[in-house]
């Protein structure tokens, strides 16, 4: 089980590693080495958050995160994205871009880190969207119930997550933007868009998939209802066929739009991946290297949290990691001003989840049934 499923990831290990030492010699592997184990302690709740989602998708949208999905995170995200960046900063064509990021290195970090304040803008605020959407939602299990109880009665007032989300983000613009690190002078307006950008994403992404997964929920408790048959004239059971093809597009559509708000979620999660990857290097290849083979093991990690069924049998998992997230995104809008570092940023997710997954083995123990949640549904805390 487990070498099936990381065995991709240890294969690429392996082979980037020894292209690292062939192309760049020891210094160049050890980068990528640092690279790769960044990536993955800055992404490990995303993992966790990955898991809740791609669990409810089939076989084949699962593989299809392991294969289009890797290509959009490393190609896509580690490093065509930060060339796309250069681009728009600077006003260059592709090309251009990517002959200064090879030709001058420096002046291509300098272009990334004073776009920053519009990456952490975006991210922050899309990654604050899913924290305050989880928090304010009634749940079976609860974490920290003396915060989650009253989190969610105030998530019954409508939009509520959309409010404290845009004014998070005029708060941040209004004081955190007006003289950044990143670039110098005021970004209050770059800051503002790319926020509102992020907020806009997550609706419509966020949004839609919900729609399709509610869709496909509705058409199955119809097709359970029919499972049972219609009674006929002559006072048989005639099975009532379900409407196979209704519900294969509606999950084929849902999976589809699932999939897409898991590259945007993996977007945001990388954000501070590849900037901070420039405290190490500012070479794009050993870059991409590096934080690739540590993506290559967060969607690993993913799909073994699934096929493992972990977050069903750790019920807290799932709370730390928003958690983490809600951390995450207030970190982002921090930096849009001050630096923080990659090891606070780790360290504080590893922590959370650490804890909730702490929580969730004391809860089991105390159940008598460790790694066992199919009892009541009632609402169960644990005493944090």
Same mark, same amino acid.
């Given at each position: 089980m487990?070498?099936?499923?990381?065995?991709?990831?240890?294969?690429?290990?392996v082979v980037?590693l020894?292209?690292?030492?062939?192309l760049w010699?020891?210094q160049?592997?050890?980068?990528?080495?640092i690279?790769?184990?960044?990536e993955i302690?800055?992404?490990f709740?995303?993992?966790v958050i990955n898991a809740?989602?791609l669990?409810?998708?089939n076989?084949?949208?699962?593989?299809?995160?392991?294969?289009?999905?890797?290509?959009?995170a490393?190609?896509g995200m580690?490093?065509?994205f930060p060339?796309?960046i250069?681009a728009?900063?600077?006003?260059?064509?592709p090309?251009?871009?990517v002959?200064l990021?090879i030709?001058?290195?420096?002046?291509?970090?300098?272009l990334?880190?004073?776009a920053h304040? =519009?990456?952490? @803008?975006?991210?922050?605020? &899309? *990654?604050l969207m899913?924290?305050? %959407?989880?928090?304010f939602?009634?749940r079976d299990?609860?974490?920290l119930?003396?915060?989650?109880k009253?989190m969610?009665?105030?998530?019954?007032?409508?939009?509520?997550s959309v409010i404290?989300a845009?004014?998070?983000l005029l708060?941040?613009?209004m004081t955190l933007?007006?003289?950044v690190?990143?670039?110098?002078?005021d970004k209050?307006a770059?800051?503002l868009l790319?926020?509102v950008a992020?907020?806009i994403?997550y609706?419509?992404v966020?949004?839609?998939?919900?729609?399709?997964e509610d869709k496909?929920?509705?058409?199955?408790e119809?097709d359970e209802?029919?499972?049972?048959g219609?009674e006929?004239e002559?006072?048989?059971v005639?099975?009532v066929a379900?409407g196979a093809?209704s519900?294969?597009g509606? =999950?084929?559509k @849902?999976?589809?739009f699932? &999939? *897409?708000?898991l590259?945007?979620? %993996?977007a945001s999660?990388?954000?501070?991946?590849?900037?901070?990857a420039f405290a190490?290097?500012n070479?794009i290849?050993?870059?991409?290297l590096g934080?690739g083979?540590?993506?290559?093991?967060?969607?690993s990690?993913?799909?073994?949290l699934?096929r493992?069924g972990t977050?069903?049998?750790?019920?807290?998992?799932?709370?730390?990691?928003?958690?983490?997230?809600?951390?995450?995104a207030v970190i982002?809008?921090?930096?849009?001003r001050?630096e923080v570092?990659?090891?606070?940023t780790?360290?504080?997710?590893?922590v959370l989840?650490g804890?909730?997954?702490?929580?969730s083995?004391?809860?089991n123990?105390r159940?008598?049934k460790p790694?066992?949640t199919s009892?009541?549904?009632a609402e169960?805390t644990?005493?944090v």
């Amino acid at each position: 089980m487990l070498l099936k499923t990381f065995g991709w990831s240890f294969a690429i290990t392996v082979v980037g590693l020894v292209v690292a030492g062939v192309l760049w010699g020891w210094q160049g592997l050890a980068i990528v080495g640092i690279l790769s184990i960044l990536e993955i302690s800055l992404s490990f709740d995303n993992a966790v958050i990955n898991a809740g989602i791609l669990r409810k998708m089939n076989a084949f949208w699962q593989k299809i995160f392991l294969t289009v999905g890797i290509l959009i995170a490393v190609f896509g995200m580690r490093l065509v994205f930060p060339v796309v960046i250069v681009a728009i900063t600077a006003k260059l064509g592709p090309i251009e871009a990517v002959k200064l990021a090879i030709n001058d290195k420096a002046h291509y970090q300098e272009l990334v880190t004073s776009a920053h304040p =519009a990456i952490a @803008a975006f991210g922050g605020i &899309f *990654l604050l969207m899913i924290f305050l %959407d989880f928090i304010f939602e009634e749940r079976d299990y609860k974490w920290l119930s003396w915060i989650e109880k009253p989190m969610a009665k105030m998530g019954k007032l409508d939009m509520l997550s959309v409010i404290i989300a845009l004014v998070v983000l005029l708060v941040s613009a209004m004081t955190l933007a007006t003289d950044v690190a990143h670039g110098g002078g005021d970004k209050t307006a770059t800051v503002l868009l790319a926020g509102v950008a992020g907020l806009i994403t997550y609706l419509v992404v966020g949004g839609i998939s919900g729609y399709f997964e509610d869709k496909l929920d509705e058409d199955d408790e119809d097709d359970e209802d029919g499972e049972d048959g219609e009674e006929s004239e002559a006072g048989a059971v005639a099975p009532v066929a379900k409407g196979a093809g209704s519900a294969v597009g509606l =999950a084929g559509k @849902a999976a589809f739009f699932m &999939f *897409l708000y898991l590259e945007v979620i %993996d977007a945001s999660f990388s954000f501070d991946g590849v900037i901070g990857a420039f405290a190490i290097t500012n070479d794009i290849f050993m870059m991409a290297l590096g934080l690739g083979i540590g993506a290559m093991y967060i969607r690993s990690l993913t799909v073994f949290l699934v096929r493992k069924g972990t977050l069903d049998d750790y019920v807290y998992l799932e709370h730390g990691a928003h958690y983490a997230i809600g951390a995450l995104a207030v970190i982002l809008l921090i930096t849009i001003r001050y630096e923080v570092s990659e090891v606070v940023t780790g360290l504080i997710g590893i922590v959370l989840i650490g804890l909730s997954f702490a929580s969730s083995v004391v809860r089991n123990r105390r159940e008598g049934k460790p790694g066992d949640t199919s009892g009541t549904k009632a609402e169960v805390t644990s005493g944090v």
